[in-house]
């Protein structure tokens, strides 16, 4: 007798961490923070260029954009990191236009060697400038159009593992790469991620919470379909676009049973979405989870000043505006924990440095990969944008 059937149940955390466990051998992004940077630090060490001029789009920019953001206001890098990450000539124009191109290295990034973005800007650059072995690295798969391309100019070749997907793909020399060579300490960012790591296949803290809150979100998603995401810090900004392509294109699939999933992501920045979305949040439909992201220490006093000719409120005179971001935030938090019907969770960063930033990331890609099990979907392709990307190529054939 054989039995079929057409449903699935949501399986234990015991059944989902031995599937996970498994996964470590097919998907490389598990093992990504224990790898070698010997190789990427001595060439990162070589560079001399001021300007760091990465040539990519989503998976292959989001997650360095993402860590640079967060670091570049505290860090001072003597390196300006920028992101050529979108076709919009206005942006490219104004980009290209705020850099000495002579004092600047290339980076292109592309897994498939073909992301028409991507080449589009590349061929364009090569129009401009003589891109060489002294200014042009390549971050591509082995053996790709791109890969062959870098050969034949005898250009600097980082890979990217064939197992490793491109929102997942910070860890690897996609990111490392140009944020080594702005002058990231990527061994503390390793370092952020491998605590995770262990934490988590050890049955420790991290285990625990993302369990919960997986298990939470995958039992309640007919109910809170939407996750949003509210950081209380500008420099968390990066760090949200990069979430919402990782859950938005990991999360949005069909499952075995050809059911579509749908936990959409909202990225917002606290205060300033205090004063438009969270009215959403607040009287709105309740189809949300919440997620406040605060950060202890700024490492940054500056003050509201007493004595001012303005005599309104003059109860913020000789506080800070960390003290200030900080009491918004918990105000918040406290408006919404009042409704008592928003499920909501808090994570604080202890302060602003790279094995900070890397801990918040690699504890999001291991909860989406956990949603994805609970959820039984493929977490790691993407099969619906592949359908626009083909109308496009056709197209652009077709001018020709």
């Known amino acids: 007798m054989e039995y079929e059937k057409g449903f699935y149940q949501i399986r234990s955390n015991e059944e989902i961490l031995k599937k996970i466990k498994l996964e470590r051998e097919s998907i490389g992004y598990y093992e990504l923070p224990f790898a070698d940077t010997t190789h ?27 860590v640079y953001d967060f670091l ?7 390196k ?12 490219i124009k104004d980009k290209l236009e705020s850099i000495d191109i002579n004092n600047t290295l290339f980076i292109t990034i592309s897994k498939s060697g073909s992301t028409v973005e991507t080449i589009a800007i590349l061929k364009y650059l090569s129009t401009i400038i003589e891109l060489n072995r002294d200014n042009h690295t390549i971050i591509t798969e082995v053996g790709t159009s791109l890969f062959k391309y870098a ?31 702005a002058g990231v300490d990527i061994d503390n960012m390793l370092n952020g991620a491998k605590k995770i790591y ?7 803290s991290s285990y625990n919470i993302l369990m919960e809150k997986a298990r939470f979100i995958v039992e309640n998603k007919q109910r809170f379909n939407i996750n949003v995401i509210f950081s209380y810090s500008s420099a968390l900004e990066g760090f949200n676009r990069w979430y ?44 949300k989870t919440v997620t406040f992201i605060k950060v202890a220490d700024f490492e940054e006093q500056i003050l509201i000043p007493e004595n001012t000719p303005i005599s309104e409120l003059n109860y913020l005179e000789g506080v800070s505006f960390s ?53 039984q979907i493929d977490t790691y392709n993407q099969p ?10 056709d197209r652009l054939k077709g001018l020709k």
């Not at 990191?81 to 979108?86: E, M, P, S, Y």
């Open 198 to 204: 262990r934490s988590f296949f050890e049955q420790e």
């Open 80 to 91: 300006k990191l920028i992101f050529l990450d979108t076709t919009d000539p206005i942006d």
């Open 384 to 393: 619906g944008v592949e359908s626009g990307k083909i109308i496009l190529k």
């Open 323 to 375: 003290k200030l971001i900080d009491m918004q935030a918990d105000a918040t938090i406290k408006a919404v924990k009042d409704e008592q019907d928003i499920p909501y969770d808090v994570i604080t960063i202890d302060k602003i440095d790279e094995y900070n930033i890397a801990e918040l990331i690699f504890k999001y890609e291991l909860l989406v990969s956990v949603i994805g099990s609970f959820l």
């Open 244 to 287: 919402v392509q990782l859950w938005a294109e990991s999360l949005g699939k069909l499952n075995i049973n050809g059911t579509r999933q749908a936990l959409t992501p909202v990225g917002l920045i606290g205060p300033i979405d205090q004063h438009s979305f969270l009215q959403l949040i607040m009287e709105g439909k309740r189809d």
């Open 40 to 66: 990427i630090k001595e060439f990162a060490q070589d560079i001399k260029q001021k300007y760091i001029i990465v040539i990519g789009i989503g998976g292959s920019s989001l997650g360095a954009k993402a």
């Open 72 to 78: 570049k206001y505290k860090k001072n890098f003597s």
């Open 151 to 181: 050969e034949s100019l005898n250009l600097k070749i980082f890979d990217i593992p064939k197992n490793v997907g491109g929102r997942f793909s910070l860890f690897s020399s996609v990111g490392l790469v140009p944020l080594a060579c």
